[in-house]
T-cell receptor
Framework: NAGVTQTPKFQVLKTGQSMTLQCAQDMNHNSMYWYRQDPGMGLRLIYY???????DKGEVPNGYNVSRLNKREFSLRLESAAPSQTSVYFC?????????????FGPGTRLTVT | GQSLEQPSEVTAVEGAIVQINCTYQTSGFYGLSWYQQHDGGAPTFLSY????GLEETGRFSSFLSRSDSYGYLLLQELQMKDSASYFCAVREGGGGSYIPTFGRGTSLIVHP
């Protein structure tokens, strides 16, 4: 099992350019999440998908869109990149399970917007 | 909304015991998780408390007091490889939903 995979690992964009970050999981999880991580800020939720066919905004959704393509894949799109979107982006997946819950994170995408 | 408070940095020596505290304010609380993140890496799950009390997993333990809105992560027999950032996260939502909010993280530095 690969777990959670993300592409690309690194990306440099110019202001105004667009791009899509890809995420896939092979653990048959229902829920998937996109976070951004900035120094000293912890992980902040951008969007999440509780189950296939649904998406909802998290704490910091402005400037982003998402698509839950199927149960395995959840993509994050930046339509017009801004320097404030320079960050490390993590995708995660998980399920409530019984009384025990954990999220599995991908390796991250390091994005720089100039 | 939710807010979590945890110390920004903790230092300890190899072999010692260290406790990382987390206090939270949330409108709908269902559980507290802990994650470890090494520099440049992905967060990895350590522990989850849905009920009051202590959960033990090897050298790591986690405690929750719902009445005090407080939890902690206890690391025993510290090793150099435990130097990392540790995040607490609260779970809001129930059933099949899990909306997480993470603290800003505690940087643990283990000295020889």
């Amino acid at each position: 099992n690969a777990g959670v995979t993300q592409t690309p690992k690194f990306q440099v964009l110019k202001t105004g350019q667009s791009m899509t970050l890809q995420c896939a999981q092979d653990m048959n999880h229902n829920s998937m999440y996109w976070y951004r991580q900035d120094p000293g800020m912890g992980l902040r939720l951008i969007y999440y998908s509780a189950s296939e066919g649904t998406t909802d905004k998290g704490e910091v959704p402005n400037g982003y869109n998402v698509s839950r393509l199927n149960k395995r894949e959840f993509s994050l799109r930046l339509e017009s990149a801004a320097p404030s979107q320079t960050s490390v982006y993590f995708c995660a997946s998980g399920d409530a399970g019984q009384a025990f819950y954990e999220q599995y994170f991908g390796p991250g995408t390091r994005l720089t917007v100039t | 909304g939710q807010s979590l408070e945890q110390p920004s940095e903790v230092t300890a020596v190899e072999g010692a015991i260290v406790q990382i505290n987390c206090t939270y304010q949330t409108s709908g609380f269902y559980g507290l998780s802990w994650y470890q993140q090494h520099d440049g890496g992905a967060p990895t799950f350590l522990s989850y408390n849905g009920l009051d009390g202590l959960e033990e997993t090897g050298r790591f333990s986690s405690f929750l007091s719902r009445s005090d809105s407080y939890g902690y992560l206890l690391l025993q027999e510290l090793q150099m490889k435990d130097s990392a950032s540790y995040f607490c996260a609260v779970r809001e939502g129930g059933g099949g939903s899990y909306i997480p909010t993470f603290g800003r993280g505690t940087s643990l530095i283990v000295h020889p």
